[in-house]
């Protein structure tokens, strides 16, 4: 604690002390006018003496050396901006307004703060005695207060002369509020004429809601808002806002934005009191009022005073002041010896009951803070508006609150209002939850009930469009909640049947919808042809459009199949639209009955393209449908069609699922014979195709002469060709159709050659034929003689074949037992490599065997085992038995190939035998132990040597 003495003698007094935020800078008004300013860092027996005269202000902004621009406003009404430094002692004071040159009163309150727009302004609000100033503009303080010089905007203020202090609240916004408490204040004036300034809260901008002030004057509390709304459009960086107590404008410097004063009034001291507070305080909705010996709380709202107590401490003393902390927004209580914080908790608790008494619902509601205070409030709305008259507006509140339904509706009833009944029922439906059904129904059902009977008692010269159109978007919205069949009997007992087709569709009860429209009188032609030609088709099958639209809208197959013979027969093109969008759900099959109806003249003015082959051709291209009948449909419209391109084109696609028989018939009917061409060839009747292709196009009858098979068949057809060709051309075209095949040959021509023609005119030609006869008759030989040696040379490669040796290791294994082979074993060797024993192999074998050479084999080896052994008979039996048995390889012949259908085992064999099994034996060490065979060779050889191969 540090005591620095200020003043040039003992009896000099302080009137005010200004200390910023920081606790760094602090400028003391003394009570004979003079003033200093001290640093924190001020040593006790240095104080400086800034000037004298004057009070000064401090912006809080600013760092540990310097401040920042200051107001200071003087005894004599004029308002300073000043600066100080501490390194360098520096004081800067320059004259910025004069409030009053003629009465010098004092300014006895000042509050500025920077505005924190694109461009850098400050809000400035100053008091003296009798009027109120207010200042905006920027960029310097210098420019705000210059644009004032001439005509500054002020108010006069209550009283006469009697102003003792200014004290502003400003609410920062959250994001600007940070960890500093709401409001800023301003200092009071002493009572020897000298006037006081007061600093701005900080960062929080005029810009962004109303900023409360309260002025103290003898008469009482005035007080009202500086409002942030702009009010006129931007001319220029300054302007000002002259009001009067009504808080309406008047002429001045125009700007960019305009603060007037608004809710403005004059709040009479406490009648208890009867006398100026010693100090203010404003807060949100409270003015806090300090007296020697007691505070007062009152209630902006109400102007009733809601908190008094007396505080009477011996050892705190008198009190002497309020004061809101600028960064935490505590409020304390200072005293001659002592100070007390004053702690504000739920100001706001009793505020939106404060609105509510005053009518103010909006408000009211906004500082609700439970549904039970939201539902009063909707409450009260609704008795207000009621008992103004205003049914609608009540039943728009009742509808959200939680009063029971039948109170409210009979209120209603009783009036007879049941518009106004049914906006409420409305509204407190939209607040019922969708699970709570049984009253959902009850609700909607009732709404239903109230509109019906409204349009009915509407006379007929009244437009109903409106009130239809909020039926079908209520019975639309709402349809979940309505049960169907008591509303169905309720549209059609009233006839409303723009209802019903709204409600069908919500439902989604499409067949109802399609009756419909389907049931509405035709246009009259005479107003169709009123209309331009583009607008004759939508207005004459506007019912069947809407029918067909609906139709498209569902997926029940059944109403495409009921009701598509009527649309197609009017309009075909929508239709088939539909169909095709339908896709898969339809069956093609079912729908030609619908097709049938297709007529050309139905299609739209703009369209020329056939409605049925349309879809038959989607049926087949993307449904993939195999129906025979589809098929036949597509043969048969396709075959009434002048151009047969495509009718051929659809007969020549593959898989083909249509009926010949059916086809043909249809084509001969149509007299299509190119068509009934490729239909015969697919029969198979050639004879017919070809007969048939000679009446249109030589060339397509040629080309049915080449289809079939059979040579026979082909000469045949061929012949048939020459004849026509014969008759119909003579000689030259018939040689050319000799020429043009190998079917034919001169001499099948000459035969058939009149008994007048020249031998000289065929000469050619029959020279030609036998000159060819001979060519063909030299390459039979050369292939003759190419075929002999070819078989005499597989007659040596056989004979080489028998005299073969192949020579087998020690260690060879039958392929099929695996069994060792020993030159003991009887075996089988083949040239493929694989060798066999010969029980092995007879067992394989014997499997695949027929009966009856299983039976000669019997035979075979009985007979054998009879003859003599190395006998002629006994060779020539051997053989036959290896013809049989060994007449190919077991692996690599056509029995293994056979068998790779069998399975590997058969179903009744027991399978454990196939699971794989490791012995713990050492491979290697059993075979090291295994004594090594004999190497084997086995002779292939003649027969005829086998008995002197065997003697040596």
Not at 50 to 57: A, D
Not at 863 to 881: F, H, N
Request: glycine share 6%.
């Amino acid at each position: 604690l540090e005591y620095i003495l200020i003043g040039r003698s003992s009896s000099d007094s302080i009137h005010k002390v200004f200390l910023d935020p920081l606790g760094k800078h602090l400028l003391v008004s003394m009570e004979n006018g003079e003033n200093y300013y001290l640093h924190a860092e001020t040593e006790a027996d240095r104080p400086h003496e800034e000037r004298s005269g004057g009070v000064g202000g401090l912006e809080p902004d600013g760092d540990q050396y310097e401040t920042k621009e200051i107001l200071v406003g003087d005894s004599n009404g004029v308002i300073w901006e000043a600066s100080f430094n501490r390194k360098s002692y520096d004081t800067g004071f320059y004259a910025m307004f004069h409030m009053d040159k003629q009465r010098r009163c004092p300014v006895v309150g000042l509050w500025f703060t920077p505005a924190h727009t694109q461009h850098q302004r400050y809000v400035c609000v100053a008091l003296s005695r009798t009027q109120l100033f207010q200042f905006y503009g920027g960029p310097t303080l210098r420019d705000m207060f210059h644009a004032f010089a001439e005509q500054p905007d002020f108010i006069s203020l209550p009283g006469e002369g009697d102003a003792t202090e200014l004290e502003i609240f400003e609410k920062p916004d959250d994001d600007q509020q940070g960890g500093r408490g709401a409001g800023t204040t301003s200092s009071g004036a002493s009572a020897s004429g000298g006037a006081s300034g007061s600093s701005s809260s900080g960062s929080a901008s005029l810009l962004n809601g109303p900023v409360r002030f309260a002025v103290t004057t003898e008469m009482g509390l005035f007080h009202g808002e500086l409002s942030r709304r702009p009010r006129r459009p931007s001319q220029s960086h300054s302007q000002v806002s002259q009001v009067s107590l009504s808080g309406a404008y008047s002429s001045g410097p125009v700007g960019d934005r305009a603060l007037p004063i608004t809710r403005s009034a004059l709040l009479p001291f406490p009648s208890s009191l009867q006398s100026a507070p010693t100090s203010l305080l404003v807060t949100e909705f409270h003015f806090l009022l300090l007296y020697p010996e007691r505070f007062v709380a009152i209630n902006r709202l109400t102007t009733r005073v809601v908190y008094e107590e007396r505080i009477v401490s011996k050892s705190a003393g008198r009190l002497l002041g309020l004061y809101r902390d600028p960064l935490d927004g505590t409020v304390w209580v200072y005293a001659e010896k002592g100070v007390f914080e004053l702690i504000i908790t739920r100001e706001n608790r009793q505020v939106w009951l404060n609105y509510l008494e005053m009518n103010q619902f909006d408000d009211a509601f906004n500082h609700c803070q439970t549904a039970v205070q939201r539902d009063t409030v909707w409450q009260a709305q609704g008795n207000h508006y009621l008992a103004q008259g205003d049914s609608l507006k009540a039943a728009s509140y009742f509808g959200r609150t939680t009063k029971p339904l039948e109170d409210v509706a009979l209120k209603f009833m009783n009036t007879n209002n049941e518009v106004a009944l049914r906006l409420y029922l409305s509204q407190k439906l939209q607040y019922v939850p969708r699970s709570d059904r049984l009253k959902c129904t009850m609700l909607a059902t009732w709404i239903t009930e109230l509109y019906i009977k409204e349009l009915n008692r509407m006379p007929d010269g009244v437009d109903k469009n409106d009130l239809e159109a909020q039926f079908g978007k209520f019975l639309q919205k709402n349809s979940s909640c309505l049960h169907r069949k008591t509303t169905m009997h309720m549209l059609t007992s009233n006839a409303d049947l723009k209802a019903l087709v709204g409600y069908s569709k919500a439902c989604e009860e499409y067949e109802d919808v399609i009756l419909y429209y389907l049931n509405q009188p035709p246009v009259r032609p005479a107003v169709v042809q009123s209309l331009p030609p583009d607008q004759r088709y939508p207005v004459k099958n506007q019912h069947f459009l809407e029918a067909v639209n609906c139709l498209g809208k569902q997926r029940d197959p059944e109403l495409f199949y009921k009701y598509a013979n009527v649309l197609m027969s009017h309009v075909p093109k929508e239709t088939v639209d539909s169909f095709i969008a339908a896709g898969k759900i339809l069956d093609p099959a079912k729908l030609i009955p619908a097709l049938v109806r297709f007529k050309s003249i139905n299609n739209p003015p703009d369209c020329n393209v056939h409605q049925t082959l349309r879809y038959l051709e989607f049926a087949v291209q993307t449904l993939r449908t195999k129906s025979e009948f589809v098929h036949n449909y597509i043969v048969e419209v396709l075959s009434k069609e002048k151009n047969d391109v495509p009718l051929l084109s659809f007969l020549n696609n593959e898989p083909r699922y249509y009926s010949m028989a059916f086809a043909l018939r249809t084509l001969l009917a149509a007299n299509q014979k190119t068509a009934c061409v490729l239909v015969y060839g697919y029969m198979g009747c050639f004879d017919e195709a070809v007969s048939t292709a000679l009446s249109i196009n030589l060339e397509l009858a040629i080309f049915n002469a080449d289809q079939p098979k059979d040579h026979t068949v082909r000469k045949t057809l061929w012949m048939q060709i020459l004849k026509f060709a014969l008759e119909k051309g003579g000689v030259r075209p018939a040689l050319a159709i000799v020429n043009k095949t190998k079917y034919l040959q001169i001499d099948d021509l000459l035969p058939l050659l009149p008994d007048e023609i020249l031998i000289e005119e065929i000469a050619k030609d029959v020279k030609r034929g036998l000159e060819e006869y001979g060519k063909s008759i030299e390459h039979l030989r050369s292939r003759m003689k190419a075929n002999k040696n070819s078989a005499k040379e597989i007659s040596n490669e056989l004979e080489e074949a028998k005299q073969e040796i192949t020579s087998l290791e020690g260690i060879s294994r039958c392929a099929v037992s695996n069994v060792l082979l020993t030159a003991d074993t009887p075996i089988y060797a083949f040239r493929c490599g694989h060798h066999f024993s010969t029980d092995a192999l007879t067992k394989e074998v014997w499997k695949h065997l027929s009966n009856e050479d299983r039976a000669r084999v019997k035979e075979l080896r009985s007979q054998i085992e009879c003859e003599t052994p190395k006998s002629d008979r006994w060779y020539s039996l051997r053989d036959e038995l290896d013809r049989i048995v060994a007449n190919e390889c077991y692996l690599c012949g056509t029995r293994m190939i056979d068998s790779i259908v069998e399975p590997f085992f058969n179903p009744d064999e027991d399978q454990s035998t196939w699971e794989i099994k490791f012995a713990d034996v050492d491979m290697n060490e059993e075979l090291e132990d295994a004594p090594l065979p004999k190497k084997l060779s086995v002779h292939i050889i003649p027969k005829a040597e086998r008995a002197a191969m065997e003697d040596e």
